[in-house]
């Protein structure tokens, strides 16, 4: 199983038409404010002596904070463009990039291989995927824990959609992070929370946590307040 072309191009179009300036996705905060957080939700149940695997990786904000909470860190992304930023934004070489498309098991299997038992970061990439494809990318984060790994998912529950409507109709229109995105045919919050707990349960890992959170993006309300979707988030491993 693959995505459909016209969710790869429209990845593929976002981000190829995004520079690499830090924050002009509007999804890409600072680690201080997004992996920072979920690290310390994670911590408690992770063996740091682990990888880590950053799922939609995006041009690696996070990936390269979690590669100094963890032994290594691997970002994976299904856009080619995206993982060319992420790649530029790390000439040191702190984090590892690669292309991969978390509906292909065959793919993802060959990570797992590679790496081992991996704990998984999975920041609001189900509540964006095609509805057929979701139960494959919970899938992906099951085949990449392994026995020894765990996973932190967060994502945007249903009232997400009212912050984002309210800042879609703001006087002057969307903010041009927003209307990027909207452009690109790209659809937030798509997937209710009832869905996404449904989705893990069935990957057969066990929850070992989870709360009440909020996915900080890089954008303002007229206001002046940044906003800031509601979120879940959880905590999962093998027990």
Request: net charge negative; aromatic share 6%; hydrophobic share 40%.
């Amino acid at each position: 199983m693959d995505v459909s072309p016209r969710y790869r191009e429209a990845w593929e179009g976002y981000w190829t038409a995004t520079s690499d300036t830090p924050g002009e996705a509007i999804w890409d905060a600072d680690p201080s404010v997004t992996a920072a957080l979920d690290s310390e939700r994670l911590l408690p149940y992770a063996d740091t002596a682990l990888p880590i695997v950053d799922l939609g990786c995006g041009n690696g904000t996070q990936t390269r904070y979690l590669a100094t909470r963890f032994a290594r860190a691997v970002g994976v992304d299904l856009s080619l463009a995206a993982i060319g930023h992420a790649r530029r934004a790390d000439p040191g070489g702190i984090a590892e990039f690669s292309q991969l498309d978390l509906v292909d098991a065959e793919a993802v299997a060959r990570l797992r291989e590679r790496i081992g038992d991996a704990h998984v970061y999975l920041r609001a990439v189900i509540h964006q995927s095609e509805p057929e494809a979701r139960s494959a990318v919970a899938a992906a984060v099951a085949a990449l824990v392994g026995r020894r790994g765990r996973a932190f998912v967060t994502e945007p529950t249903p009232a997400s959609k009212d912050v984002l409507r309210q800042v879609a109709q703001a006087p002057d229109g969307p903010p041009e992070k927003l209307r990027r995105v909207l452009e690109h045919g790209l659809r937030p919050a798509e997937a209710t929370e009832e869905e996404v707990r449904r989705l893990l349960g069935e990957t057969g890992l066990t929850l070992l946590d989870e709360g009440a959170g909020v996915l900080v993006q890089t954008a303002y309300l007229p206001d002046g307040a940044r906003v800031e979707l509601p979120a879940r988030w959880f905590v999962l491993g093998r027990t």
